[in-house]
């Protein structure tokens, strides 16, 4: 199966299916030297696993994570770093009644039409699931920045119709909601419109919004790598995103260059500044030292508890009522995916970047 490997120096490869034996990734190009242990990656596996929240599926898995290589006496020794994550309450009979029937929103009739055969307990590989692999391998992203001095920080933005009032934010709130949005208010007028949508057997969607501070000016490129292009591909890759836009995003088609161009000043310490940040922390690929602000649309849950008109494999239109524990919505538990997914993206261009100048490679190689 191809496409389960990205990055070009920090690169990552994720494995397993959401009701196999366990689910795991493995991450290549890591510095040595780097403080490392299973609770720091478990620190960002227990904000994505289920059955935290009543708004998240009654599944309980306890998603401990193993490093099973590239640690050494608490350190990172430069080689691959392999963790697993065992799956230990799979309910597979839930989907025996559709293992020949597309389920509408998901991934069944397009793995059939590619490989012809898939697993369809859980989805497979296409399961949420596989997002511990991914996660697992940002915790890891998060050390090598937090080295640098950059923060990657993403929440709730919007579920349905109710969006965050910026005025009324604050990070601290984030935890503290239990949908991660860091208004308070907000969180519980959609904690109400929530619960309404369980009560009718449906789902919602949502914005999550990502912050990338400290970024220091001058890495992405100017053509095909992008650090935009870069960081919406992977977060795209995320199986509920339908959406990415960065800065202000779509709103720049009603804008008038006088009103989205950002500015230029010089900052009293000599650095260059913007006055706004319409364009996101990113000017023609490359970051310009700002904060790269990044929005994701994520999808309603396709499994609902509604009966659904479909397809079998023999061709024949039925109906259907999914079994099952499912999320009423993806997104208070993908927040920390749509983090891992940007951090390992910086890592990996800021990697990428450290090619670029020869007078940067000689001041590393001739310290």
């Known amino acids: 199966m191809a496409g389960s490997m990205t990055g ?13 034996k366990g689910l795991g990734v493995i991450v290549d190009g890591c510095p040595a030297g780097i403080s490392l242990s299973e609770q720091d990656i478990q620190m960002y596996l227990n904000r994505r696993k289920p059955g935290e929240t009543k708004y998240a599926t009654p599944r309980k898995e306890g998603d401990e994570v193993v490093i099973m290589s590239g640690v050494f006496e608490g350190k990172t020794t430069g080689t691959p770093i392999a963790m697993m994550v065992l799956n230990k309450s799979q309910k597979s009979k839930d989907y025996s009644d559709i293992a020949n029937v597309y389920r509408p929103g998901h991934a069944d009739y397009t793995f059939d039409a590619k490989y012809g055969f898939r697993d369809y307990r859980g989805g497979g590989r296409s399961s949420g699931r596989e997002t511990i692999g991914r996660v697992a391998a940002g915790a890891v992203a998060a050390k090598v920045l937090d080295e640098l001095g950059i923060s990657v920080l993403a929440y709730t933005k919007q579920i349905g119709p109710i969006v965050c009032d910026s005025t009324c934010m604050s990070w601290k709130n984030i935890e503290k909601s239990p949908l991660r949005m860091p208004d308070l208010e907000a969180s519980a007028e959609a904690e109400s419109f929530l619960e309404q949508k369980m009560r009718e057997h449906d789902s919602a969607g949502g914005i999550i919004e990502c912050v990338i501070q400290g970024m220091p000016a001058g890495v992405g490129e100017p053509v095909f790598g992008k650090l935009d292009a870069a960081l919406a591909g992977n977060i795209f890759s995320i199986g509920s995103v339908k959406g990415v ?19 230029f000043y010089m900052s009293p310490d000599g650095r260059v500044k913007k006055a706004t940040n319409f ?3 990113i000017l023609g690929g490359i970051s310009d030292g700002d904060d790269i602000v990044i929005r994701a649309a994520c999808k309603p849950t396709p499994s609902i508890f509604q009966k659904q008109k479909t397809v079998n494999k023999d061709g024949k239109e039925v109906e259907i009522a999914i ?10 538990r993908a927040v920390v995916v749509v983090e891992a997914m940007a951090a390992l993206t910086v890592v990996d ?7 670029s100048r020869i007078d940067k490679i000689r001041d590393f190689y001739n310290h």
């Open 323 to 332: 079994k099952g524990r499912h999320d009423p919505i993806i997104v208070p």
């Open 349 to 355: 261009s800021l990697f990428v970047g450290m090619s």
């Open 279 to 281: 364009a996101g922390g």
């Open 8 to 20: 070009e120096v920090f690169r990552i490869s994720t494995w397993g299916e959401s009701h196999g």
């Open 245 to 263: 836009e960065i800065g202000a995003g779509f709103a720049v088609a009603e804008k008038c260059g006088s009103e989205n161009n950002d500015e």
